[in-house]
């Protein structure tokens, strides 16, 4: 490291102090502390930030949900425009969640590549970013800001950008976590399967050696030796009954039905 | 929104553009490009990152391994201390570790509550941070950074400890997908046996139903009606057999054994 860095790695550790606006948004976002139940509350409170910060007139999250079509599930308006329709450019929204590289829109309404979008023409939008947010699988929605000023460039696209790759990784935690309820089940058969691999090959084994005696001994006509084997076979075959209705059992996912009740003849 | 924090939010915007120092160490820390095998990399990179930003002299990232112990992955050091002995301290990990809150320790050769600890004095320590690293799950370990001058205050305690929640989203994405790998084929068997349950079940009711027979057969020598039941019985117990084995042989997990071979014979 030249001394040079050096004089600006101390100067940095002072900016955090003083000039640490960026920061001071990002660390409002709250995404750390995103779950299934308080998502859309967590998106709209973070995306509120991410207006004020860039000082948008308008915000918007969208996401892919199960069918893999785009919902608006957080909105911001700045101003009185309230239940105002949603400007955002379908034409911008479909490139990110294609190429899933952000997107800034200088002179939107002069803008050749979205000429087509009539979105920037009827709300006069001036300016406008777009960035996926991305998680390690795919890319799991947009957030999109617009402005009818123009005063955005790379370094707002930059910090954007950052936001997304950021919720992607909060969001994608929400999501494994869902994930690992769902397979909680899966994953204890497939696991109690494996761990009673042994025994059940005992039962198979013995199974298997008792049927073929009493085969042959059906076919031979010795009905004592058929006796004998199936003096063993019989109990195994309720053992491996018994294991497998268990296990079946146990992986099925059983849904809470809620109803009402005399708690008092509960306890 | 009143009309200065209108004003206010504005100035945050291009505060990105001119004083974002903050932000551009947040962002060169690569965080969410991490994976299971260049883990060690990007960690040591993102806190060689970290220790120029704040000005440290020392930094460290120690994580708890698969035993719950705590190792150290990465460790940095400014100037020519080169191989230098670890100046951490103990004490304060654990602490950190214990209660996951992040500690700012001033004055650290005099602070009376890690009095019992050497390595402030042994190193000549002025001021250290130390972070949890924290995941939903648990805390995963910890970002150290020390000083032999006295630079830091609360605001440097929040970068850091922003960059130690976002790190642990980071690493539990990781971690996600790594039990997803392990989990696949448990996941696997355990849907297969869901999906077959219908089948599987119809095996078992045949099964039970003939035994009877048979077994009744035998005690009561009508040996034809046994004759009869394990015509029945018998391609079911095979049925039961094979489903059972197969399923058993999926579930297990089989290491790959690399060895050399003759390329060419095998095309």
């Given at each position: 490291m030249t001394e040079s860095s050096k004089e600006i790695s101390v100067q940095n550790a002072t900016a955090a102090n003083t000039g640490g606006h960026t920061f001071c948004m990002l660390n409002s976002l709250g995404l750390d502390s995103l779950t299934t139940e308080n998502t859309e509350n967590v998106l709209n409170e973070a995306l509120s930030a991410i207006v004020e910060h860039f000082g948008a007139d308008h915000g918007y999250i969208v996401l892919k949900d199960d069918k893999g079509e785009l919902v608006n599930v957080a909105s911001t308006y700045r101003g009185e425009q309230g239940e105002a329709q949603m400007t955002a450019s379908d034409a911008v929204i479909d490139k990110v969640m294609e190429t899933?590289?952000?997107?800034?829109?200088?002179?939107?309404?002069?803008?050749?590549?979205?000429?087509?979008?009539?979105?920037?023409?009827?709300?006069?939008?001036?300016?406008?970013?777009?960035?996926?947010?991305?998680?390690?699988?795919?890319?799991?929605?947009?957030?999109?800001?617009?402005?009818?000023?123009?005063?955005?460039?790379?370094?707002?696209?930059?910090?954007?950008?950052?936001?997304?790759?950021?919720?992607?990784?909060?969001?994608?935690?929400?999501?494994?976590?869902?994930?690992?309820?769902?397979?909680?089940?899966?994953?204890?058969?497939?696991?109690?399967?494996?761990?009673?691999?042994?025994?059940?090959?005992?039962?198979l084994q013995m199974i298997g050696g008792a049927a073929e005696i009493v085969d042959f001994g059906l076919r031979t006509n010795q009905i004592h030796r058929v006796k004998k084997s199936w003096e063993i076979l019989k109990p195994n075959l309720e053992r491996m009954r018994k294991y497998t209705l268990e296990m079946l059992d146990y992986s099925k996912d059983r849904p809470i039905k809620p109803a009402n009740c005399n708690f008092n003849r509960i306890i």
């Open positions: 899933s590289a952000a997107v800034l829109v200088e002179n939107a309404m002069q803008n050749p590549e979205f000429v087509g979008d009539v979105s920037f023409q009827r709300f006069n939008i001036g300016t406008a970013i777009c960035v996926a947010i991305k998680t390690s699988q795919s890319t799991a929605g947009v957030i999109y800001i617009d402005s009818t000023g123009s005063k955005w460039d790379n370094s707002h696209l930059e910090v954007l950008d950052f936001i997304g790759r950021y919720m992607g990784l909060a969001l994608s935690e929400v999501r494994w976590q869902k994930k690992q309820r769902e397979n909680k089940r899966l994953i204890a058969t497939g696991t109690a399967a494996l761990q009673l691999s042994h025994s059940v090959k005992n039962m």
